[in-house]
């Protein structure tokens, strides 16, 4: 298989990985709630990154990992266990837990729960200078500028994108991506 058609094989398979999750029918979505409704949110958050493109300046060197951060309280419980040994951009997830943004140090996506809403204007802009995704789950999360918001559609979880934070961030968010996307704001979509 050539180089080309195989790169397309398996951004075929991680797109498909992307939507199986949403697929009608899919147990592990029929009314998601809470450790299930988590469990399906981590499987989301990996596959975001494999349709984002970090600039240069986001690692500190070849061999740093990928920082997937949360912060306040931790919704997922377990469920972001499966990530164990798992890499992202060839290099391994390391997910950190803390009540502040100095308690995490360097990260590249930042999950933040809908309990931490009344912090989204000071967390946001210090998570965009580090070039971080930035993810959650609060009513308007997008709006008040996020990049991706989490969302409920009936008895799925469903997404939507804010291009102008991913652009703020220095982030590229892949057009197959935005294709999947409930909604996308910003000035253009990709």
């Known amino acids: 298989m050539s180089p080309s058609r195989g790169h397309r094989v398996r951004g075929l398979l991680l797109v498909l990985a992307l939507v199986l999750p949403a697929a009608p029918g899919t147990p592990a979505l029929a009314e998601p709630q809470g450790v299930e409704e988590y469990k399906v949110k981590a499987a989301f958050l990996y596959n975001f990154t494999k349709f984002v493109e970090w600039p240069d300046g986001a690692f500190r060197d070849a061999s740093a990992p990928f920082v997937l951060a949360i912060l306040g309280n931790d919704p997922f419980g377990d469920a972001l266990d499966g990530l164990k040994g798992k890499t992202v951009l060839g290099r391994p997830i390391v997910v950190r837990r803390a009540d502040s943004l ?49 969302l409920r559609d009936g008895d799925r979880i469903a997404f939507e994108v804010n291009l102008d934070a991913s652009r703020r961030a220095g982030l590229k968010v892949s057009s197959k991506l935005l294709a999947l996307a409930k909604a996308v704001s910003g000035r253009d979509r990709e």
């Open 102 to 150: 100095e308690g995490l140090g360097r990260f590249h996506m930042l999950f933040v729960p809908s309990t931490e809403r009344s912090r989204l204007a000071s967390v946001l802009p210090a998570a965009e200078a580090m070039h971080a995704l930035t993810v959650g789950d609060a009513p308007g999360f997008r709006s008040q500028g996020g990049i991706i918001q989490l």
